[in-house]
C-alpha cells in the first residue's frame, strides 16, 4: 500500500515568474539544498523527461538554469526541504498559475506511518497559510490524495478560493 498526495495552486496574482515565487517559499524556511548542500532540480532541455539531477550548485546558477527552462517554455522542477524536518516537496511548475507542490519526501502524515493520511494542517501552516501572510495572490488551492490500492482516486478539495482559505483558518 502507499499513498500519493499533491497540490496544486495558482498563486498568478502574486507574479508571473516561477523564480519568484520559488523564492518566496526559500524566504519561509523553504531550502533548495538537502543535508550534503546539493540541489536536486530539472535540468535545461530536458523536455519533460524529467531527468532530475543532483548537484552542489550555487542559488544563482538555480535560478540561471530556472530563467532558461522558463525561456523555453519547459516546466521548472525542484526539490525543496522544510527547515531541520527531513521533510521535503518537488515542486513542478511552467507559470505561477498551476503550481504542483508534491509532498513525497518523508512525507508528513497524522500518525507517522508512511501508508496514512497527509497532514494537511501541516503543510498549510508551512506553506498555504505563510504564503497568504506575505500577500501572495493565491487565486485557488486545491489538495488530492490517494491510495494506490483504490480503484478510484480519494480526492478532497479544500478551499478553492484563497478567501475561504484564510476564514477556515481563522475559525479553527
Known sequence: MGREASFELNCSDFSGSVTDFIKLLN???????????????????????????MDEITESGLYAIFDRKLQRGETVGL?????DTGHGITLLAADTSEISIIP????????????????VNWYAETIFQKLLWYDCGMKSFRFEESDDND???????????SEDFEKSETND
Open 27 to 53: 524566504s519561509l524556511s523553504w531550502s533548495y539544498y538537502d543535508d550534503d548542500n546539493h540541489a536536486e532540480y530539472l535540468p535545461v532541455g530536458d523536455s519533460d523527461s524529467f531527468d532530475w539531477q
Open 79 to 83: 526539490v525543496l526541504y522544510y527547515r
Open 104 to 119: 513525497n519526501i518523508n512525507r508528513k502524515t497524522w500518525d507517522g506511518d508512511e501508508d496514512s493520511v497527509t497532514d
Open 151 to 161: 480503484d478510484e482516486d480519494n480526492e478532497e478539495e479544500f478551499c478553492e478560493d
